[in-house]
């Protein structure tokens, strides 16, 4: 009976944290698509959520790294949200994608109009349209969400444990999830492995105590004739 109640609370605490994996890692300011080759144009989308309770999201901005530019950035208009590009003088300047760049686009910020802000459980979705994609290994866009009572998160951290990670898009570098997924998959077969041994184990347990339980109904069969005989 423990060992079913084990079971059974191993089961239920599994599906909770299967079912808090996805709703953590949806919580986080995203890139979508993360990957994007060199040289070429992409669409890329940043993914917002609102994580206060109390306070609503006005204001989104995102830094473009100076030392790795795009050789064009266009954004796509959101109802109820201003933009505004922000350039900067690159010195020495830059080649991309074999043009040369004086300036380049390094923060992109987006304000919200009263009644459009971010509210609690809301995902609100941004997307630029990037050409001459740097070759470079992966390229770090820095956020920056404000809220409606004046705090406000930074998206910069880097690493796996990162409490608020830093969006990435990669160009020449393999996307960590990739790195993930074959750690995961390596755990799945150790796992598997694990649990073909036990049930090997299990059915040989098995056997032997059939033999057992055997020997010991014919030992009492004979014990009993031996008895009814004397």
């Given amino acids: 009976m423990k060992k079913k109640t084990l079971i059974t609370a191993s089961i239920a605490a599994g599906a909770l944290l ?3 994996a996805p709703l953590a890692a949806s919580a986080h300011v995203e890139v979508t698509p993360n990957t994007a080759a060199a040289g070429s144009s992409a669409d890329i ?4 959520p609102n994580e206060s309770a109390t306070a609503t999201t006005t204001k989104v901005e995102v830094d473009i790294p100076a030392a790795t530019p795009f050789a064009t950035v266009r954004y796509v208009a959101v109802p109820g949200w201003d933009v505004e590009l922000v350039t900067e003088t690159l010195s ?3 080649t991309v994608d074999k043009t040369t760049l004086t300036e380049a686009v390094t923060r992109v ?3 919200s109009q009263p009644g459009s802000e971010i509210t609690d459980n809301e995902i609100r979705q941004f997307t630029l349209s990037v050409g001459g994609v740097p070759d470079t290994g992966k390229i770090e866009l820095n956020a920056i969400q404000s809220y409606s009572d004046g705090s406000v998160v930074t998206w910069s951290g880097t690493g796996e444990v990162a409490e608020h990670p830093s969006p990435v898009l990669y160009v020449n570098d393999a996307p960590v999830a990739e790195h993930d997924a074959h750690a995961a998959s390596t ?3 150790d796992a598997t492995g694990a649990e073909a041994s036990s049930d090997t184990l299990a059915r040989l347990f098995g056997i032997g105590g059939l033999v057992v339980g055997t020997v010991g109904v014919v030992l009492s069969i004979v014990t009993l004739r031996r008895t009814v005989t004397g």
């Fill in 92 to 94: 020495p300047p830059i």
């Fill in 187 to 189: 755990s799945t077969t």
């Fill in 109 to 111: 910020i987006w304000t």
């Fill in 18 to 20: 299967a079912i808090a």
């Fill in 45 to 48: 989308m940043f993914r917002v």
